[in-house]
């Protein structure tokens, strides 16, 4: 079982709308959690971090962590075209720095 | 302020042949890192370093090795390339040093590998 599964989609959305992008992990030892966005061709970039349970909220972005269910998502408000790319989730695992990525889910928002 | 530098940024390579890739970091971060990522895997550790003068093994090291030539600079080798190696490979770094968890990794732009 891999540490860290998501959707690979594609996921697609209409402008405007809200996306909801999901990941799970399967150690409860899993102390962070980030999500990345990867644009074609592009290295990995940071969205948000989140490592208490509960909402965490960033501009039209929102993370959430479940660490009782092992489920981390993210939802973006109002999605853009711009916002149309591979997100990854990312865990941190113990206390050292090790991170497992999941594959990514494809995201294409239509204008 | 470069962030995280890689040279170089692509690469093609006969079966057999060396390279080494080169990263490099500007932010004064104790912990580095390299990761391949190929299609429909996701990005996998290759090693890390927590720190200035250790090195680790991650998910996928086999036919790798790695330098961390003082704190900013942090390579990796490939002594015999195979295709099995043809990927994009990313170097990374964070702050913290072995302990912290919540650290954000700054990626660098890539290397593409293409081993023939």
């Known amino acids: 079982q891999k540490e860290v599964e998501q959707n690979s989609g594609p996921l697609s959305v209409p402008e405007g709308a809200i996306a909801s992008l999901n990941c799970t992990y399967s150690d409860r030892g899993s102390q962070s959690f980030f999500w990345y966005r990867q644009y074609s061709g592009k290295s990995p970039e940071l969205i948000m971090f989140?490592?208490?349970?509960g909402d965490k909220e960033d501009g039209r972005f929102t993370a959430q962590l479940n660490k009782a269910s092992q489920y981390v998502s993210l939802l973006i408000r109002d999605s853009q075209p711009s916002d149309s790319a591979t997100y990854l989730c990312a865990v941190n695992i113990y206390a050292g720095n090790q991170f497992y990525f999941g594959t990514g889910t494809s995201l294409t928002v239509i204008p | 302020n470069a962030g995280v530098t890689q040279t170089p940024k692509f690469q093609v390579l006969k079966t057999g042949q060396s390279m080494t890739l080169q990263c490099a970091q500007d932010?004064?971060?104790?912990?580095m890192y390299w990761y391949r990522q190929d299609p429909g895997m996701g990005l996998r550790l290759i090693y890390y370093?927590?720190?200035?003068?250790?090195?680790d093994k991650g998910e996928v090291p086999n036919g790798y090795n790695v330098s961390r030539l003082n704190k900013r600079e942090f390579s990796l080798r490939l002594e015999s390339a195979a295709p099995s190696q043809t990927s994009v490979y990313f170097c990374?770094?964070?702050?913290?040093?072995?302990?912290?968890?919540?650290?954000?990794?700054?990626f660098g732009p890539g290397t593409r590998l293409t081993v023939l």
């Open positions: 989140i490592y208490s349970n």
């Open positions: 990374a770094s964070t702050e913290a040093g072995w302990g912290t968890s919540t650290d954000t990794q700054y």
């Open positions: 932010m004064n971060h104790n912990s």
């Open positions: 370093s927590a720190s200035e003068g250790t090195t």
